[in-house]
């Protein structure tokens, strides 16, 4: 797996893509992120989701390995922004608040993404809340990537709600995990310590990307 994460890379296009994105994560962490779902894919067959998703810049590179693999990636956002999102906060982006409703709305946003970078029959998009959609989901899933709200409360139970359809051979990937307050929030990093207290061992370390896989017994 190490050596899959060093030289698993995207088509030249596909990076292009994802750094001309809307978003925040740094390249170096998508390239990880990236290895990771391939690894996985291969692995397994097995679709991987993105609890948070915002404009698609992550997304695109998630499609992309679930492409390789000839299955799909799988987003789960309700598309009107995270706590840090909203008006006067941040990381708002008056741009995309959608004036008829006066609330955010990233989903034109993550469209209009996946099309420009080809990608678009590669994504299932799952609009609403990701404990609504884990509770009704039945299948089993190659990866499973946290990055979405930042409080305890959703990161908990985005956790909660989908490391348990994780297949045997999946990975759980975390985001924005910062061990040191002073750099970030705290509630990946309590989630990312958790995994590690219930049977998961880390993989690999990108920045705030933490991969991680479930100990095998026996």
Do not use: K, N
């Not at 290895?35 to 993105?50: D, I, M, S, W």
């Amino acid at each position: 797996m190490s050596d899959l994460l060093e030289t698993t890379r995207p088509q030249p296009e596909v990076l292009a893509a994802f750094e001309g994105a809307t978003g925040f994560m740094p390249v170096d962490e998508g390239l990880a992120l990236y290895a990771a779902a391939v690894a996985a894919v291969r692995r397994t067959g097995l679709p991987v989701l993105e609890i948070g998703t915002y404009c698609g810049r992550s997304a695109i590179l998630l499609a992309a390995a679930a492409r390789e693999a000839g299955t799909v990636a799988l987003t789960v956002d309700h598309h009107r922004g995270s706590e840090e999102q909203q008006p006067g906060w941040e990381y708002h982006d008056p741009t995309l608040v959608d004036p008829e409703v006066g609330r955010m709305d990233t989903l034109p946003r993550f469209r209009r993404t996946l099309h420009a970078a080809g990608l678009e029959d590669h994504v299932v998009a799952l609009v609403g809340r990701s404990p609504q959609i884990a509770a009704l989901w039945g299948g089993r899933l190659a990866l499973v990537f946290i990055d979405g709200g930042h409080t305890d409360e959703h990161a908990t139970a985005d956790y909660e709600g989908w490391a348990p359809h994780l297949a045997p051979e999946g990975l759980l990937v975390v985001h924005d995990v910062f061990p040191d307050p002073a750099d970030g929030g705290q509630a990946p990093y309590r989630v990312y310590l958790r995994a590690l207290a219930e049977g998961f061992e880390e993989v690999s370390v990108t920045g705030s990307l933490r991969v991680l896989r479930r100990r095998t017994t026996g």
